[in-house]
Structure formats: structure tokens, C-alpha cells
């Protein structure tokens, strides 16, 4: 269990961290010769003391000074227990209502109440002062916690607190380390033997010693990867460490100590993103003023203080006591995951203006206030992510993307594969995307598929279909290329459509060419074939013929989109047969030499180098093969371009002739 500790300068936090720990948490130089805190100090106890193995209670102390209150935010994150600590000779003081504030705001739930310097006060005056703590505590989460009046310097009442700690740290359950790891860095550090060291509280998941994770944001191009060396957890060496815990991580990587800094979070490879806004619930305390729309605050999340804007999605304008959703907009980019809690600050970090918990990390750029994207966010306040999901996939017929949504919730592999069997997901992977549909919209992209090829036979029966990537752009012009493909694949599995070369078309469609371009067609195809590699251009064609050099130009065009002519070049085309042999004769050229060279093809096929390389150039274009310098390379195995006639683009060649 970790505890925190809160309240006003000079009320004696350190001094009753060490009469509980017996550490003075004040390690800076200028911090024992002031005699105040100025940073962030850390203390262990374990709750046996006999017992080697016995688990440890940790403490964070932190600053009383008001204007110490980012130092204050970036210790009180991550903690399970707050200790609020009031002088008897002074009572609830301006920090003390600041502090008890913010805890509120971080959803802190837990606590308790300790009134110190009983000793320098009358019986009377502790009387009062307990009655002064209880009126402040009385609407807060504290109202019902126990209150304890001590003297560190006497000793008196000290066994009492450090008696309930105990109690309640034995009691207290260890969180699951569900979701991937995070940690938000609070100090970096060099140590001998050890290199650079990081420390801060596990806000998820778990990590161990040789696992490798990313510093998020970070000044340079991208996340640093650095590989944890060695771990201590509460202040012992250990193998891993996870949600809950303070860790102290000896990292390994090609960075410097001076790279690292509080604020950034240490992460799992998957969630290494940095974010610059994101969707969130706000409150504002009732004893502030109202939260202006697009006004200037500091967001501390984390460990992080960082300028920002909050855009209000609903109303001008945000009063005291009132709740609303808010775009938060960043001058630095972060990391957070849905359900983090932040405190919003002025302009002049001179007093607390709201607070939140994030809701949505991958925010949309238009139609912010949208009713339908505000029901949304009004979902997302909900911790659990089915309901949400639900909603998601019935509002888009192209998916939803798996893998953000995963990352937003902070789900692991397992959970979110879990997830999505039980929301009985239609799931696309490719090594580039992950895209969830609902049954229904499934079943909804098979019909309007199905309906756009319906449409384009009565409109055009001579043609034999539609060309692929048309009809991804027919059924939904936002659907992805790997789920499209999924899509025709199963509707192919079962019968409803058919392809023929290039061509997708209803099972029961044939193309009804004139039987005039037919027979002209037969008559001029002899010409082709007698030549299938390096055909008659139409010019040839037609003074082979006797026709019209146009008759024949518009007749190869009609022939071309039934499918049986590919243009290759400009008025040059190929029999569909003749293509089809050709790209046999590519991938063999390929497989034994590892690519192909315009010369190597010419070889095979005969002809000049030209038509080799227009041959190249073509497949080129249709995604058969690609270009590296001189030589022309295989698609890889399950691209989406990987050569069938069936996958090949006629809306190149539609777009050449």
C-alpha cells in the first residue's frame, strides 16, 4: 500500500513520516538547512518488522508551500491512502483546503486524519481543533475516516496511527496487474553500478527485470526503448514489479540521464504514443468560478504539468459544482489512457480551477459535438468498455479500429481478444490494422456489395463486372482495402458472387457483349494471336483489317472491359490469355533470379526490349510487381496486389485507353 501525505507548510508531514518510519524524507541539501519540504520525499515500512519477507508500506511526502502545488500532484498520483496532517495550534489552513481539494479531484477514496502538535496546545484548544477538522472534513471522503491527535516530537499518539496503518495495510488488496504497464516517472537519476535509474508509482500492468518498454513523450523523434537492468519494489530488490507499487527501474539503452525527466511515463512497447488532446468528463469544485470555453489552464496528469486549452464540447461556459465534456488541447504531447484522473490549474498555476478523468484518447476532429459522439463520451464514462464497444460498432459500417480502442481502454492481448469474442466481433487482422465489425453491419456490407453489382449489371450488361477497387468505392468508399477483401472472399465462399478474370459479378451473370462486336472481335482477334507477345497496335490492327483505325480503337475498348483485352500500352493490347501466360512467365523469372530484368523477359518471349519493358511497366501498375531500380520484383506473398487475373486493376487500364 502506498501512502500519500497532504496538507499545509509547516504542519509537520516529514516530521510524522519519520516518527512512523524513522526516515527524514527531506534529502535535499536545501531542504534540511530550510527545514521545509521542497520536493517529493519517499519513506518504507514493512508491517512486520521481524519478518524478512514481510510486506512494505510505503510513504510519499510531499510539499506544503502553495506554490509547490505541481510538486504536491506529481507525489499524490497513484497513491491508495492519503494521510492529511493539520496542526492542533493552527487548524484547516488555505494548503489544507487546496490539498483536500485535489485529492477529491483525483478520486482519491481512502485516508485518514492526523492532528499534530498536540503537545504545544491546551487540552481546550485540542478540543477545538478536532472540531474544526471534522466541519472541514464533513462533505469530503474523509468525513469518515478516523481522526488522530499526535505529537511526533513526544511520541504520543504515534503508536495509535502507525497501529491503524498497519491494520489497514494488511487488510489492504493487492490490485491485479490488468492491462499493459505504466508508470509515471517522478525522478531520474544516475547511480553507480546501476546506471541511470527511474522511479514512480505503477499506475498498471507489470514489468520484470530484461523486459524491454518506451519512454513516452520524449524530446526526440520518436519513444526511447530501454530494457529494465534492475528493479526494486518498495524498496527491495525484485524480479518484477507491478500495479500499485513504487518502483525504482535501472534502465539499459541508447539514451542519456539528461533525455529523462518527471513527467514522462514508462510504458509497454504497445502503448508507446505520445497524445496532444483528448476527450474527458470535467468538474468544477463548487468553491471556484466558472470554466470558460477555450480558457488557458495547466493540466497536471501524472507526474506532468503541461500548458493547455480546454474546449468545451457542450455550452460557452462550465459554473461551480457543474459537470460537462471538454476537449483538453495540449502545448506538449503526453500519455494518458481512458479513466486517468487530472487536475486543471490556471493560466498562473495560482489556483485549481476543475478536474476530470479522461475519456477518450483518440478524439475525433470533426463533429466533436455531434449528439451522437456526446452520447458516446456519456458511454465512455462507464468503466466497463463492452457497452461502449457495443455502441461503436452499430454506428460504423467500416469498423471501428480494434487496435486504438484497445490501447484507449489499456487492454492486454488477452483481454481484448476476449472482448471482442464476446461482443461476437467479425475481426480483419493484417500486420497493419486490426478493424471489429458488429454481425449486423457485416451482413449490411454484404448487401450493399451485393446490391452495387445489381445496379452496375443493369446499367451496363455487356461488361462482365467490376473491377475490385471500384466496387470497394461502390459499397463503402471508407471500408479498408483488407476488409473489402475479406468481404468478396467470403461472399465468393458462398456462391452469391462470382469472378471472371479481373471482373466480381453476381453468380449468375454473363456478360452480354453484341453479337456484332463478337463476330468483329473473332474476325480481328487472328490478328492478335498471331503474335500473342507483341500483338498489332490498333493502327496495325486496322491496316491489317481495312477498318477504320477509330472502329477498331472503340471496339478493343468494349472488348477491354468485358475482360478479354488488357491495354498495356497506349493502343496496344494483349489478349487476356496472353497475359495470363505472361505473368507465369514473370514469377518464374523472378523465383530464379530473384527479380526481372526487361532483357532476361525479352529473351523468353522474343520481340524487342521495348514491349519487354512496357510488359514490366504494366504489371508494374497493377500491382503485379513493383520497381526496385532496374529490376522488377514480385509483390510479397498476401499482398493485396499479389497477382491473380482475377485481382488485376482494370480501372489502370480503363483510365490508359
Known sequence: ??????????????????????????????????????DLGYAYMPLDAGEPESPIMGFIDVPGHERLIHNMLAGAT???????????????????REHLGLLNLLGIKHGAVAITMSDLVTPERLVAAHDEVRDLLKDSFLGRYPIFPLSSVTGDGVSALRSHLLAIA???????????????????????????????????????????????PSGQSGPIKARIRSLHVQDRVAASGQVGQRCALALVGDFERQDLKRGMWLVDPALALSITRFHAELSVPRDQVSLLHWQAVHLHLGTSDIPARVALLEGTSLAPGECALAEIVLEHPTFCVHGDHFVLRDASAQRTVAGGRVLDIFPPSRHKRAAARLELLNAMRDEDPS?????????????????????????????????????????????????????DAWEALALRLTGALASEHERAPEMSGVERERLRRMTLATLSRSAFDTLVADLLAKGVIAQTRSWLHLAGHIAQMSESD?????????????????????????????????VVRQLFRRIARAGELYLVAHDHYFSANAVAELAEKVRELSDANHGVRAASLRDVI???????????EFFDRIGYTRRVRDEHQLRREGSLYQWELSNCSTQVLEASS
Not at 524513522?22 to 534529502?27: A, E, K, L, Q, S
Not at 522511479?199 to 520484470?208: N, P, Q, V
Request: aromatic share 4%.
Open 1 to 38: 500500500m502506498i501512502i500519500g501525505t497532504a496538507g499545509h507548510i509547516d504542519h509537520g508531514k516529514t516530521t510524522l513520516v519519520k516518527a512512523l518510519t524513522g526516515v527524514n524524507t527531506d534529502r535535499l541539501p536545501e531542504e534540511k538547512r530550510r527545514g521545509i519540504t521542497l
Open 387 to 439: 457497452h461502449v464497444l457495443e455502441i461503436q460498432t452499430a454506428r460504423a459500417p467500416a469498423g471501428i479500429d480494434l487496435h486504438r480502442f484497445a490501447i484507449n481502454w489499456n487492454l492486454t492481448d488477452h483481454d481484448a481478444e476476449c472482448l471482442w469474442h464476446q461482443a461476437n466481433l467479425r475481426v480483419i487482422k493484417t500486420a497493419d490494422e486490426q478493424i471489429g465489425f458488429s454481425v
Open 78 to 96: 497513484g497513491i491508495d491512502f492519503v494521510l492529511l496532517v493539520i496542526a492542533a495550534t493552527d487548524g484547516p489552513m488555505p494548503q489544507t
Open 518 to 550: 463478337r463476330d468483329l472481335f473473332n474476325a480481328l482477334k487472328v490478328h492478335l494471336n498471331a503474335s500473342p507477345y507483341n500483338p498489332p497496335r490498333v493502327r496495325d490492327v486496322s491496316g491489317m483489317s481495312g477498318l477504320p483505325e477509330e
Open 170 to 216: 494488511s487488510r489492504h488488496q493487492e490490485r491485479l496487474p490488468e492491462g499493459r504497464f505504466r508508470l509515471a516517472i517522478d525522478r531520474c537519476f544516475s547511480l553507480s553500478g546501476a546506471g541511470t535509474v527511474v522511479t514512480g508509482t505503477a499506475h498498471s500492468g507489470k514489468i520484470g527485470v530484461g523486459d524491454t518498454a518506451m519512454i513516452v
Open 606 to 616: 522474343g520481340g524487342g526490349r521495348k514491349v519487354a519493358i512496357q510488359i514490366l
